[in-house]
């Protein structure tokens, strides 16, 4: 199996930014395709940003143009870039890998507040 670890969540006023990291155990993670969701208090999970093997992007539409999603296939870690935060991007962000079967992070929390 796979192991996801997530970091870089924490607090920031609207108007900030976070940048989120997710360090992969595989020793394949080139072929992967990668993901960040996010979930926030009484919302269902919503995918924020993917990026395919070959570096490929898609993003959810409130976060396009705010949110970049990359990876480093050197150091098996998927990163997200989070710029002007606005309080309905706090959520517990997952970081999601998936070729054959998907695997998940344990989540960071990302608080966007006063």
């Known amino acids: 199996q796979v192991q996801l670890v997530e970091s870089g969540g924490g607090q920031v006023q609207p108007g900030g930014s976070l940048r989120l990291s997710c360090a992969a155990s595989?020793?394949?993670?080139?072929?992967?395709?990668m993901a960040w969701y996010r979930q926030a208090p009484g919302k269902q999970r919503e995918m924020v940003a993917r990026?395919?093997?070959?570096?490929?992007?898609n993003y959810e539409d409130s976060v396009k143009g705010r949110f970049t999603i990359s990876r480093d296939n050197t150091k098996n870690t998927v990163y997200l870039q989070m710029n002007n935060l606005q309080p309905d991007d706090t959520a517990v962000y997952y970081c999601?890998?998936?070729?054959?079967?998907?695997?998940w992070g344990q989540g960071t929390q990302v608080t966007v507040s006063s």
């Open positions: 595989t020793t394949i993670f080139n072929i992967y395709h």
């Open positions: 999601n890998a998936k070729l054959l079967y998907e695997y």
């Open positions: 990026i395919s093997s070959s570096g490929s992007t």
